[in-house]
């Protein structure tokens, strides 16, 4: 009876210890700051390298480019709001696809045609490459 008594104690002081220490790095997780496109180094590419390189491969353009901050010039194909009523940038890439950049704050009077940078965090390929969190780089 002693016996299983102080292995109940271990198990629970054992258990007590694991929700301790998951609670600790949830904590730590959940209070991380977060990643900005304005203070990050980003890779330099323009908007027809970018599509065309995730047009022939994706997957070697997502190792090299997936979660990476990218600093994208190029021009305006199309400018529109999105759900969210964010602003978002359409740049001209290849004829197949764009880049598809969706701005963080209000974009000054962008038009069709205008020559821009923007800087934001590439997301992947889909018909056109994404990029979130996106600023204008002047």
Request: proline share 1%; net charge positive.
């Amino acid at each position: 009876m002693h016996i299983k008594k102080r292995t109940f104690r271990i198990i629970g002081l054992l258990c007590l210890l694991c929700v301790l220490v998951g609670a600790g790095i949830g904590y730590r997780l959940y209070n991380k700051p977060h990643r900005s496109a304005a203070t990050e180094t980003a890779i330099v590419v323009s908007a027809a390298v970018l599509a065309t390189e995730y047009e022939k491969n994706e997957t070697a353009s997502n190792k090299k480019y997936l979660g990476q901050v990218l600093q994208v010039s190029g021009s305006v194909s199309d400018v529109s709001v999105n759900q969210q009523h964010k602003t978002v940038i359409v740049l001209t890439g290849s004829d197949m696809s764009g880049v598809q950049c969706s701005l963080l704050e209000e974009a000054p009077a962008i038009k069709k045609g205008d020559a821009v940078t923007i800087k934001g965090f590439c997301s992947g390929f889909l018909t056109d490459v994404i990029l979130d969190r996106c600023i204008l780089v002047h």
